[in-house]
């Protein structure tokens, strides 16, 4: 659900940028990383995991140029292991979910501490150990050189950093990829990969409806409001040291759940194309199965022998009708939610601001 602030305890090649539309970058703080110290930090959503929690924590850097003050939150999203006392034992703050909620949750519980925390930038990682978190200066500096405000790790970017991994997580992978594409008109090579860095102004922007996971979603919330992204090739471990992943541990199943959060976000960003074109379509095969009737009838006096294409051209051509003017209803309440957003994102940035200040 969209969140609202609420009072809680390897070498790379260069990036490849994925600007927004010159002129249209809403980003009014982005040259302000360049002038000043930031704060970073660095969200960890956790699902059982004990075994890894304190490596990756002891592993981000405690100093980093351009960064004044580092925090690491934690989000323990219903564990029944350690992972919540080992957390808090290495130094972090600790949010707990009392259930399983999901990463997609976990994450959008994490931004929104984050901004409580005063976060100027904030990093998103996983606590299995297979992102390195010596990599973070890499992925906030062009945030902090005002080039970007979502950043992202690539797997695939590069052939020279393609991880050893399943050839069909990597098959799921460019799938995906080639969809959200598509959608959004970037051109990303990974859209799957958790390891990413935001501006306060894409966190601040950001409404993800999805508990299960949160990575294409975003894309596609961001891109349609012309935030400026990157792409940053990063060595990263193919397969988990321990455990098995809560989101792809059944293809199959994540496959389905992505293609949801994926279809429900395409309705609501691409409205004509979703009901419009499929609408235009069938209004139109319905109009050419009607002409042919007509002038069958025309030229014979009778609808014999195509006489179900009376019935089939008629509910054709209405039920087009009904998907082209549904069309136009979706894209009215899509231009509502663009002031409605508009609306929460000051919403937001008040109450963070004050929250900051009081900090």
Not at 20 to 33: F, I, S
Not at 238 to 258: P, T
Request: hydrophobic share 40%; net charge positive.
């Amino acid at each position: 659900m969209p969140y609202l602030p609420e009072t809680t305890s390897h070498d790379s090649k260069s990036p490849r940028s994925l600007n927004a539309k010159p002129g249209v970058l809403m980003n009014e703080t982005m040259n302000e990383y360049q002038t000043k110290c930031c704060k970073l930090v660095v969200v960890i959503p956790a699902l059982n995991e004990a075994k890894t929690i304190a490596k990756v924590v002891s592993d981000i850097p405690l100093k980093l140029s351009g960064i004044s003050d580092i925090d690491v939150v934690v989000i323990d999203d219903g564990s029944t292991d350690q992972t919540a006392v080992l957390s808090e034992q290495a130094g972090t703050f600790v949010i707990r979910h009392t259930h399983n909620l999901g990463v997609g949750a976990a994450f959008q519980t994490g931004l929104k501490e984050a901004l409580y925390h005063g976060a100027d930038i904030i990093v998103n990682m996983d606590a299995d150990g297979q992102f390195n978190p010596q990599d973070i200066p890499k992925l906030i500096a062009p945030i902090q050189h005002g080039e970007a405000s979502l950043v992202t790790a690539t797997r695939f970017a590069d052939p020279g950093t393609t991880p050893d991994m399943p050839l069909i997580k990597i098959w799921g992978n460019r799938w995906m990829t080639r969809i959200i594409n598509f959608i959004t008109k970037k051109n990303l090579t990974d859209v799957s990969c958790g390891f990413r860095a935001y501006s306060r102004e894409a966190a601040l922007r950001l409404t993800l409806f999805g508990h299960f996971t949160y990575t294409q979603e975003t894309f596609i919330d961001l891109a349609f409001k012309n935030m400026a992204m990157m792409e940053i090739p990063l060595i990263i471990k193919g397969e988990r040291e321990h455990g098995q992943s809560r989101v792809a541990s059944n293809l199959w199943r994540y496959g389905m759940k992505a293609a949801t959060i994926i279809f429900r976000a395409a309705r609501d960003y691409r409205p004509q194309y979703f009901f419009g074109l499929p609408g235009l379509i069938i209004f139109l095969i319905g109009v050419i199965g009607g002409l042919f009737l007509l002038i069958h009838f025309i030229y014979t006096g009778q609808t014999y022998p195509y006489r179900s294409l009376v019935q089939l051209s008629s509910v054709l051509i209405i039920v087009g009708f009904l998907l082209i003017f549904q069309s136009l209803l979706a894209d009215m309440l899509h231009r509502n939610r663009m002031i409605f957003e508009e609306i929460l994102y000051h919403t937001r940035k008040e109450a963070y601001r004050e929250q900051k200040t009081k900090r």
